[in-house]
């Protein structure tokens, strides 16, 4: 099959500093091609160079044969190129209708034609198999359907090639569902879908290649069937290099426990749960993501009010975020961007947010102590920085969480809960991650993790509660769990 994209010995530097050395990548008509890699590893950088974002410094791009020149992106666009971030470009305050007519508005005289905008939408919406109010406000849909109006706002432009950065991040398993069946139609009308993700296992389930990029160049271009989840690790990570997503059994020291869960209760949301966690031991929480599994972090950390029910730590009762903090409990939420942290600040600012009676004397806070304690963040959980002062929205996934972890850190908790702490990020950081985790435990720390990473649970837990529909259904020692499939239907219910 003739490719309709090709790609050849792409090359790109910023500042003297190759990013791209001779990349390569192809694209059939009517085929989802994941393209993978860690962060760095110019993944980023070669899409953008794709849909006119940067100017490649030397290599061919060529669409369907005919050689793409320098095209910036409204050329790009015109083309049938489109690209569909994480960040969704829809205006909250304006229509569905509206948001994909946006730049393309059909107009009588001076004024806008919303209904002529609509019916087009509509008419898109139904194509697509789509059930979205085209007058709806984007404020008002979830973030898959917000994902749904991206996907058709492209091809409201005739794109007859997407590329999907990171397309599950934010949504629910239906949602993903939704999408997976979408990106399916969409390939048999011939559409082609560049799927960049971090999640191996829908990369095996939607896509017909992989390319693998590692130090800016491709290092791996394979039929999904003909490559397996170790190789595919290897060729992310480098010849030689262990993922580290193995369990091995740990030794719990004989304690009392320093979280204890007893009856909480959450009206709508939660039933009747309890349970304990010791010093130093990893308890995962497995569920749907409707079970109510950041509704119980949340009523530990203090931000929701319980019905019924205690939380102790050490004893102490938990009521309010201040308590919780006050008594050593850290939670590391599941929108890190959002909830985490403060995107427009260093990251040495970030780290200081939770602790500042900690860096300050007589009202002035000490940045040198800062940085220093900014340092030996960044090399303990080897944060990929310029330095301390870098602004936090600059780094990428893996490394925010690592922040967000470590201005938790500086406060040595008790009880650490992690929310998906491991969404939106590459092998290697997930791999640091796992074994950071284990080091705080290690250390003494209770650790709470919640995750839909079947595989991420299994490699760090002692045992595994799971919940189902608000309530703890099963508690599972985690040499008694063979496999994720058992994992798999426990959760079922």
């Not at 800062?370 to 303990?380: N, T």
């Not at 690592?402 to 406060?411: D, G, S």
């Not at 608000?470 to 008694?480: F, P, S, V, W, Y």
């Amino acid at each position: 099959m003739a490719d309709l994209l090709e790609m050849v010995g792409i090359d790109k530097s910023f500042s003297t500093v190759p990013v791209l050395t001779g990349a390569n990548f192809s694209l059939r008509r009517g085929e989802v091609h994941a393209l993978m890699g860690g962060n760095g590893a110019g993944k980023s950088t070669l899409m953008k160079i794709l849909t006119g974002v940067y100017h490649r410094d030397g290599g061919t791009i060529r669409l369907e044969g005919q050689d793409m020149a320098m095209a910036d992106p409204r050329e790009t666009e015109e083309l049938g190129v489109a690209m569909i971030f994480q960040e969704f470009s829809l205006i909250p305050t304006l229509t569905v209708a509206q948001n994909m007519a946006l730049g393309h508005e059909k107009r009588r005289g001076i004024f806008i034609r919303d209904g002529a905008a609509e019916a087009q939408a509509r008419r898109l919406l139904h194509d697509l198999g789509v059930d979205i109010d085209p007058r709806e406000t984007v404020e008002n849909l979830s973030v898959g359907a917000c994902q749904m109006v991206e996907i058709a706002k492209a091809l409201s432009k005739n794109a007859r090639i997407l590329v999907m950065d990171e397309p599950t991040s934010a949504l629910s398993e239906s949602e993903a569902d939704h999408l997976f069946a979408l990106v399916r139609r969409l390939k048999a009308d011939g559409i082609s879908i560049i799927y960049i993700s971090h999640r191996m296992a829908e990369i095996f389930e939607i896509c017909d290649r992989i390319t693998v990029m590692r130090d800016g160049r491709d290092v791996l271009t394979d039929t999904t069937d003909r490559v397996s989840m170790e190789g595919l690790i290897e060729a992310m990570l480098g010849p030689g290099t262990e993922a580290r997503m193995h369990w091995h059994k740990r030794v719990i020291p004989a304690a009392p426990p320093v979280l204890e869960v007893e009856g909480l209760s959450l009206e709508g949301k939660l039933s009747d749960i309890g349970f304990s966690i010791r010093p130093g031991e990893i308890v995962g929480l497995a569920g749907l993501t409707a079970s109510g599994r950041t509704e119980i972090a949340e009523t530990i950390f203090g931000l929701r009010r319980a019905s019924s029910g205690t939380v102790r730590v050490a004893g102490r009762p938990i009521h309010t975020t201040r308590d919780a903090i006050d008594a050593g409990v850290a939670l590391v939420p599941e929108n890190r961007r959002t909830q985490g942290l403060v995107l427009e600040h260093s990251l040495k600012e970030n780290l200081i947010l939770p602790n500042l009676a900690a860096f300050t004397r007589r009202l002035l806070v000490g940045d040198r102590a800062a940085g220093r304690a900014a340092e030996r963040h960044i090399a303990r959980l080897k944060i990929r920085t310029d330095g301390p002062d870098k602004i936090v929205t600059l780094l990428s996934g893996g490394n925010q969480q690592k922040i967000v972890v470590a201005k938790w850190l500086e406060r040595s908790p008790k009880v650490l809960i992690l929310d998906e702490p491991t969404i939106g990020v590459d092998i290697g950081a997930k791999s640091d991650l796992v074994e950071i985790v284990r080091e705080i435990a290690d250390a003494g720390t209770a650790v709470l993790v919640i995750s839909s990473e079947f595989e991420e649970l299994l490699a760090m837990s002692d045992r595994v509660l799971v919940l189902h529909d608000g309530r703890l259904i099963h508690e599972m020692n985690r040499e008694d769990i063979a496999s994720e499939e058992v994992l798999h239907h426990a959760i079922q219910g």
